[in-house]
Structures are given as C-alpha cells and as structure tokens.
C-alpha cells in the first residue's frame, strides 16, 4: 500500500508560479513510477508530468518548458514546479504512482492516487 498527499495548490495571477509537492509512504518497493496529473469539471483526467525508475522526465505539450517534475534524493516527495503559469493550467492536480512500468498519460495505467490539490490561475 502507498499513500499519497498532494499540496502547495492555491491561486495565483496568470504570469505566476507555483510549487506542488506529493509526500509519499507507506511502501517498501524501490522501484516505481510517478506522475502529475490535473483535472477540471467536466473533462477527463489528464496526464501533466511523468517520471520513470530511472529518472526520465515526460511532459505534456502543454507544459513542456514550463512545468518541471522531479524528486528529492530520498524518492519521498515528488515535485511539480509550475512556472508562467497560464488560466487553462487551473484544475486539481494529483499526485499518482504503479509498481508496473505504467504507459503514462494513461489514468488507468497507475494504481495508487492521492486526493489532489486545487489550482486556480487568473487572467
């Protein structure tokens, strides 16, 4: 079992930055496979940021250039760094992870989610 707990989410102006990060737990597998992912009302879930075993990054279009993934040394907390940020980047942002090589941005590829946490961005 793994858990996950997103947060650094909140408002900020078009133009802004903002930092998330995912404190994970609860497991003792060295390998395994995390990502970002956002959501707003109405849509479907959609991969935001991807990082592999071996420490590959994979980016939406969308965000490549602005948004950074990555992990402390200790592979507990995974990070989303959002810069120029822009209104379409608002939604719930979640935190997931799989054992099992998944084939990100597919939702239903990662096994383990956390709650999520809110991100509104103004113009």
């Known amino acids: 079992q793994m858990d996950l707990v997103e947060s650094g989410g909140g408002s900020v102006e078009a133009g802004g930055s903002l930092r998330l990060t995912c404190a994970r737990s609860g497991y003792s597998n060295s390998h395994y496979y995390m990502a970002w992912f956002r959501q707003v009302p109405g849509k479907e879930r959609e991969g935001v940021a991807a990082?592999?075993?071996?420490?590959?990054?994979f980016y939406a279009d969308s965000v490549r250039g602005r948004f950074t993934i990555s992990q402390n040394n200790a592979r507990d907390n995974l990070y989303l760094q959002m810069n120029s940020l822009k209104p379409e980047d608002s939604g719930m942002y979640f935190c997931a992870a799989d054992f099992a090589s998944p084939r990100w941005p597919l939702v239903g590829e990662y096994t383990y989610w956390g709650q999520g946490t809110q991100v509104s961005v103004s113009s």
């Open positions: 990082i592999d075993n071996d420490g590959l990054n």
